[in-house]
């Protein structure tokens, strides 16, 4: 019974986490069409925000309460990986063409940057073993320097929004309700996602210390796989709305936070810096997130055609690929 509780309690948050993720995207579709806003745009930052959330405070509670920094860390960079496998799912259920076909190319942008921060995240993990240095107080040389990147990235995203005109959404049944109520059914749903992610760190420690594993790999995969579920629900509910670009800029505007949770770990870890303190696994992890963003680039700008079996093609292939190599590195190589 006692190694069986931690997995209740993984059950029940996951439960939980899963059924605000519908919500928030009702709500994100309906707060778009009463505002005029583009879907791509609420997805990169209202809906990529809200389902980030988890991420957020498990990392915050790992590395202040739970003493846990390689839980923090495997879990922002594990949901990265996590975003961009998503991505076979959404295209094994585009059953008619690709997906790659069907989404706006102005997602590169966002994907672009995407390999900045999580490439600049994996080098400064191996760099700051060498160089111990590379801090002020407790505080990671990286974290100025990802947050200032952060801003330039979602301030590109807003400029490309402005320089391409689009339609706004007006599609689908009236809205019945108002903006603030809309707001406040979304803050609702946000506020579900946010207890459930508050207690994942120590119900992954829990689960570590019960089953003899590593936390580099709990974190990594057991708790990031949780702490994603509102971007799998979202995305997929996204996607039965017909709001396509909706849902593809809600996984990638999750990794632009989920860099973003790791500069607000460093400076809620006062046993910092962070990406000093962690082990350089981790680096594995974040360059796997780095290989996929380019796959998914590459799959943007060729707009392949075939798929296998009719539900998968060589993008979702080498998108499974990568993530499955580096998970069982990890779960090798993990402390």
């Given amino acids: 019974m006692t ?37 791509s745009w609420v997805g990169l930052v209202l809906l990529a925000t809200a389902t980030s959330l988890p991420e957020l405070f498990t990392g915050i509670s790992a590395v202040t309460v739970a003493n846990a920094p390689n839980i923090a860390v495997g879990d922002a960079l594990g949901a990265c990986v ?17 997906i790659y076909r069907k989404i706006d190319q102005g997602h590169i942008l966002t994907a672009g940057f995407g390999i900045i921060l999580i490439g600049f995240v994996g080098a400064f ?24 990147l952060y801003i330039v990235a979602i301030r590109a995203a807003f400029v490309y929004e402005r320089r391409t005109p689009r339609m706004p959404v007006d599609d689908g ?31 992954g420690i829990e ?25 799998f629900v979202v995305a997929v509910s996204a996607l039965r709305l017909g709001a396509t670009d909706m849902a593809v800029a809600n ?16 400076l809620a870890d ?14 594995i992890t974040a360059f796997a997130a780095v290989i996929m963003s380019g796959i998914f680039v590459v799959a943007l700008l060729f707009r392949p055609t075939s798929r296998f079996f009719g539900f ?18 990890i779960f090798l190589s993990g402390e």
């Fill in 3 to 39: 190694m069986l509780l931690p997995w209740l309690e993984l059950a029940a948050c996951a439960l939980a986490i899963a059924f605000a993720g519908p919500v928030l995207t009702r709500y994100g579709d309906v707060i778009a069409r009463l505002t005029g806003l583009s879907r």
């Fill in 173 to 203: 049944p009236a809205v019945e309700i108002s903006l603030r109520e809309a707001i406040l059914r979304y803050a609702l749903a946000a506020a579900v996602v946010v207890v459930a992610g508050t207690l994942l760190p120590f119900v």
């Fill in 312 to 329: 998968v093609g060589w993008v979702g292939l080498s998108l499974l690929m990568v993530y499955v190599l580096s998970s069982y590195t």
């Fill in 251 to 266: 996984l990638l505007g999750s990794n632009l936070f989920d860099v973003l949770i790791l500069a607000i770990d460093d």
């Fill in 125 to 148: 993990i191996l760099l700051s073993r060498e160089t111990p240095g590379l801090h002020l107080f407790q505080v990671s040389a990286f974290t100025p320097v990802i947050i200032v």
């Fill in 270 to 283: 006062l046993d910092g810096p962070l990406l000093s303190t962690v082990s350089p696994v981790h680096a």
């Fill in 207 to 231: 689960i570590a210390d019960a089953m003899g594993w590593q936390r580099s790999f709990v974190g990594t995969l057991l708790i990031a796989a949780v702490t994603t579920l509102p971007e």
């Fill in 82 to 98: 996590f975003n961009l496998l998503i991505l076979v799912v959404l295209d094994a259920l585009t059953r008619d063409e690709p």
